[in-house]
């Protein structure tokens, strides 16, 4: 007998989570994948020195970044924390343009 899993329409606000929150959500994950594939691309044509992904983190790491309180709340992020930084007020831009420090 097979199982067929039904999305629960209401589960995100018994989790305290309005619809709105969930797409805001969303964009972050999708957004931290695209800079992520967005910075493979420049690893492979020699324009960045090296890449860890974060690849299949990104809702965990927004999950957790979204109970944050903004100007209240402190991270302190690994190189694989896109998602992380994104949600906690980060642009893609900063992220792209962090520096790179020889030896480092």
Known sequence: MAVTRRSDP???SALGLS??????????????????????ILNRAGRIPFVISGQG?????????WAFQRGHDWIAPFYR????????????????????????
């Open 57 to 65: 983190h990104e809702g965990a790491q927004v999950g957790i970044a």
């Open 10 to 12: 209401h589960l995100g």
């Open 81 to 104: 924390s896109i998602a992380t930084c994104l949600t906690f007020g980060m642009s893609a831009r900063d992220i792209h343009d962090r520096p790179v420090r020889d030896g480092l």
């Open 19 to 40: 619809d709105d929150d969930l797409v805001e959500m969303y964009r972050y994950v999708a957004l931290a994948r695209a800079i992520d594939e967005r910075m493979w």
